[in-house]
């Protein structure tokens, strides 16, 4: 299981499924000087329009002016839209070096956290994971203290060489926030990977109450207790996160695990 959202979980007769807020386009930038550099950021690989590669080359130009917060909030939700958030990090960080502040600095590393989720060879993995933690740390060093950007960079040590690091910052920002949802969230995933279904049980259903209605934490409650052949309880999570729905990624999901249990009760 990769991250927290790189969760492959396996069902009956050996198949396999990725739960569906998966990441689905890799976006390849290996940019790494601002200003030399900040024309290099290509988009050929992808499929837009001749119109939106123009606005793209038309708001680069305004990311040194007074204009720089609307043309860079222009070009991430361009980038978001492609899912090119290396991208869109490149350029936040780039503003946030020219004009900084605690809030800038937030927004780079929490794009570049996205485009390492999506990151699928360990090189790359490794220069997002450090991009990550130099924006979220500059951010702190200007005052800024949500205790999200903790339990984001305790994530990127997770795939390292110290894992352990990165487990016990998710567990200093619950120990401070026990009903933080991030760190909940991502240390039930860890107990998931871990094979420790009891705990993560424990974890998904305090975010339960905090948001009963949250489909990724129903799913993985229904996932917990198949695992453990709580046939019953995996049902009926599963058959609540159906009703909460409709994108089909997850509701394949959903089936996937629901129509054995469905086959076998009959």
């Excluded at 492609?82 to 780079?108: I, N, T």
């Excluded at 949250?214 to 207790?225: K, S």
């Amino acid at each position: 299981m990769r991250r927290q959202q790189w969760v492959v979980l396996g069902v009956a007769l050996g198949a396999s499924i990725v739960l569906w807020n998966f990441p689905r386009v890799v976006v390849e930038n290996d940019a790494v000087a601002m200003r030399s550099q900040i024309d290099s950021v290509t988009t050929e690989h992808v499929k837009m329009s001749s119109e939106q590669k123009n606005r793209i080359d038309s708001l680069k130009h305004y990311l040194s002016t007074s204009a720089y917060k609307a043309s860079l909030d222009s070009l991430i939700a361009i980038f978001q839209r492609f899912q090119m958030y290396d991208s869109a990090g490149f350029y936040a960080e780039y503003v946030a070096k020219r004009f900084p502040s605690k809030e800038l600095f937030k927004q780079a590393g929490d794009l570049y956290y996205e485009a390492y989720t999506y990151a699928l060879n360990s090189q790359k993995e490794m220069h997002l994971s450090e991009k990550v933690r130099e924006m979220f740390q500059k951010a702190q060093q200007l005052g800024e203290n949500n205790p999200d950007m903790q339990v984001k960079i305790g994530m990127t040590y997770v795939n390292s060489a110290t894992p352990m690091q990165g487990i016990q910052m998710i567990r200093d920002v619950l120990a401070q926030h026990p009903r933080h949802r991030l760190a909940l969230l991502n240390l039930g995933i860890l107990s998931m990977q871990s094979g420790q279904y009891e705990k993560a049980i424990e974890r998904f259903e305090t975010l339960k109450t905090i948001d009963s209605t949250d489909v990724q934490t129903r799913i993985y409650l229904g996932v917990c207790w198949y695992k453990l052949k709580k046939y019953q309880q995996a049902k009926q999570e599963l058959e609540i996160a159906q009703t909460l729905t409709q994108d089909p990624q997850a509701l394949a999901t959903i089936d996937a695990y629901l129509q054995p249990i469905l086959t076998t009760s009959k």
